[in-house]
């Protein structure tokens, strides 16, 4: 809540929070809204962050702490209802409008809710993944898309905006004409040459070694993940994305849904996340590629998975993947997560594999 502070002409914002206490007992902690000298005036709460007017400075803070016990989540208002989750975030070219969009058709689903081919300003094909309600923390997740945004490099998958206007809420994507990794190569089996299937690794390769380099986790790796574009280019999608999954199972690892068969040790263990855990996946999903879309540990459930793991055990080597592809795979599963190899390295190895020993 902004309230007239008891200096005159000065403003308080008041933060009614749990955070501060260990009996649970909330607590009201009262921050002064302080100003520059210079004229106009500026207005600031932590003084690295300073803006134009209050409303600017709220909105920063409704999602950065910075200085304060927490972000500013819902504002105090009379009729008792919280803030709209698009609250101060209607602006910028990432909100796209539903006037510009349109629908073709639906052309999948996934953990988060269909997915449909369609146009966006009639001119651009996108794919629109529509959010189902409470399949995903849609607060925490609107902070982040403004992140999302800003990676862009021709192996990821371009997330050109959200539309919150109207429920559900609309992610829209590039589209990707032969969608995901693993239908494809299950549908072409048997019709892939080896460099091919080395190309598609070394495309991965490329998306995830720019995400370690900004340091981003992708959190679930796998071909599922990756898309097929025209000329047989793969790039990465859904960067992040399982960080919002409010589904139990998928979020559990003891969970049927729970990617063990792609999971670090340290994941299924400790749920440790790291760019080294997303390297033990992408040692998965090249198997994955050279088994020409086979599941891995098939047969297996996900507890017989942890136990073999946990024992040593590694997936064996695809026929289509030559002795030093399968070694380049392995030193993805190392068990020690300092001991796998950074993307970068792995990439430089890829290129080194496809020029010289296929």
């Known amino acids: 809540m902004v309230r007239d502070s008891r200096q005159p002409g000065m403003y308080t914002v008041s933060v009614f929070t749990k955070a501060l206490s260990n009996d649970n007992n909330p607590v009201i902690k009262h921050y002064h809204i302080k100003e520059t000298d210079e004229n106009p005036k500026r207005y600031y709460l932590a003084e690295k962050h300073v803006f134009d007017s209050i409303p600017e400075l709220i909105n920063y803070h409704q999602h950065n702490a910075a200085g304060l016990v927490t972000r500013l989540r819902y504002a105090v208002c009379s009729w008792k209802e919280k803030a709209p989750i698009t609250a101060g975030l209607s602006y910028g070219k990432w909100v796209i409008n539903p006037w510009e969009l349109t629908f073709v058709q639906e052309i999948g689903s996934g953990q988060f809710g269909l997915v449909h081919l369609g146009f966006w300003l009639e001119q651009t094909k996108v794919a629109i993944k529509t959010i189902r309600e409470g399949a995903m923390s849609e607060e925490d997740f609107i902070e982040e898309a403004q992140v999302m945004m800003k990676l862009s490099h021709p192996k990821l998958v371009q997330l050109y905006g959200v539309c919150m206007e109207q429920a559900p809420i609309c992610l829209v ?13 299950r549908n072409q089996r048997g019709s892939f040459s080896k460099e091919t299937l080395l190309g598609m690794c070394q495309d991965v390769c490329e998306g995830m070694a720019y995400l370690e380099q900004d340091s981003v986790i992708h959190r679930d790796l796998a071909a599922r993940n990756c898309l097929v574009g025209e000329s047989q280019v793969v790039k990465v999608s859904d960067f992040g994305m399982s960080r919002y999954v409010l589904d139990d199972q998928y979020t559990s690892s003891t969970g049927t849904k729970f990617p ?8 299924f263990s400790y749920s440790n996340y790291s760019t080294k855990s997303d390297v033990w996946s992408f040692g998965v999903l090249m198997w994955e590629v050279f088994s020409e879309g086979k599941i891995p540990y098939e047969n297996r459930t996900n507890a017989e998975v942890v136990e073999e793991i946990n024992a040593g055990l590694r997936l064996y080597k695809p026929k289509l993947a030559s002795k030093a592809i399968y070694e380049l795979m392995s030193s993805c599963w190392n068990a020690r997560k300092e001991d796998r190899p950074p993307f970068s390295t792995l990439l430089y190895q890829l290129s080194e594999i496809s020029e010289f020993d296929l």
């Open 173 to 185: 994507f590039e589209f990707m004409e032969h969608g995901c990794l693993s239908d494809y190569l």
């Open 260 to 267: 063990v068969k792609w999971s670090a040790p340290e994941v």
